[in-house]
């Protein structure tokens, strides 16, 4: 099934229940239609929610590369991942877009994580790092002009998915491939020590686990 079937249809279910809260009920439903479209990439893409404090508060959500995730569990695990594909902001459907993106916490994130998503479940907006290093709007998709419009389309979730087409699906595609950059020394370091660790992984099995977990111990934010 088209996975914006289920997205609407969700939304539309757990809105109509009157027993939900306007943001944080809602995380599940957009978190499985990220992860429906990140697992169609190459390599493929995992939205976590709710993302630990790495210094800048508390995301709603990150986007990662699942390259970046152990793969063996004997292994002395990072104390944190860096979101490869950004950070994440959700509000509520009646939020405006542009004032999400403007606010203090948008725009701690996206000093920490280089990139940002910012969504009210019907409008997205990605917030990204120009070539001056500066803050720039990469590129934004709307689902509806209004809250109360947008309730009134998910009502019919098949008919508005019909609507959208591949349009909506392609430019989330676009958002799971956009690599967050990397600028702060700190953040450089890890990612350095991330790669070398893939590059340790393929000899673990011929090599004694002590040795390998002492050289990420150098790594910067393996320090605890």
Same mark, same amino acid.
């Given at each position: ?10 939304? /539309?279910? %757990?809105?109509? !229940? ?15 239609? @990220? ?5 169609? @990439? ?5 939205? %976590? %929610?709710?993302?630990? +404090? ?14 970046? =995730?152990?793969?063996? /569990? ?6 944190? #991942? =860096? ?5 994440? *902001? #959700?509000?509520?459907?009646? *939020?405006?877009?542009?004032? #999400? ?18 969504? +009210? ?8 790092? +120009?070539?001056?290093? /500066?803050?720039? *709007? ?7 002009? !209004?809250?109360? *419009? ?13 609507? /959208? ?25 890890? =990612? ?7 590059? @340790?992984?393929?000899?673990? $099995? ?6 390998? !977990?002492?050289? =990420? $111990? ?5 320090? #605890?």
């Amino acid at each position: 099934m088209n996975p914006l079937v289920n997205y609407f249809r969700n939304l /539309q279910e %757990i809105h109509s !229940s009157q027993a939900a809260v306007k943001e944080t009920s809602y995380y599940g439903t957009l978190e499985t239609l @990220l992860n429906e479209i990140g697992k169609t @990439l190459k390599p493929r893409v995992r939205c %976590i %929610i709710n993302l630990r +404090n790495q210094g800048a508060g508390l995301p709603d959500g990150g986007l990662f590369n699942v390259n970046q =995730f152990p793969k063996n /569990q004997e292994l002395e695990a990072f104390t944190a #991942i =860096f979101p490869e594909r950004g950070a994440i *902001e #959700i509000k509520g459907t009646k *939020e405006d877009i542009k004032k #999400i993106a403007a606010s203090e916490q948008v725009q701690k994130y996206w000093q920490k994580y280089g990139q940002v998503l910012v969504t +009210n479940y019907r409008d997205f907006l990605l917030i990204g790092r +120009n070539s001056q290093g /500066q803050p720039v *709007e990469l590129e934004a998709y709307s689902l509806a002009p !209004s809250e109360a *419009e947008f309730w009134l389309k998910t009502s019919n979730p098949s008919k508005f998915a019909a609507e /959208q087409g591949d349009s909506l699906l392609e430019y989330l595609k676009r958002v799971l491939l956009q690599a967050a950059p990397i600028t702060s020394p700190a953040d450089v370091a890890w =990612f350095l020590c991330a790669r070398r660790k893939s590059t @340790l992984r393929t000899s673990f $099995r011929s090599s004694r686990s002590g040795q390998y !977990s002492s050289s =990420f $111990r150098k790594c910067p934010r393996y320090q #605890i």
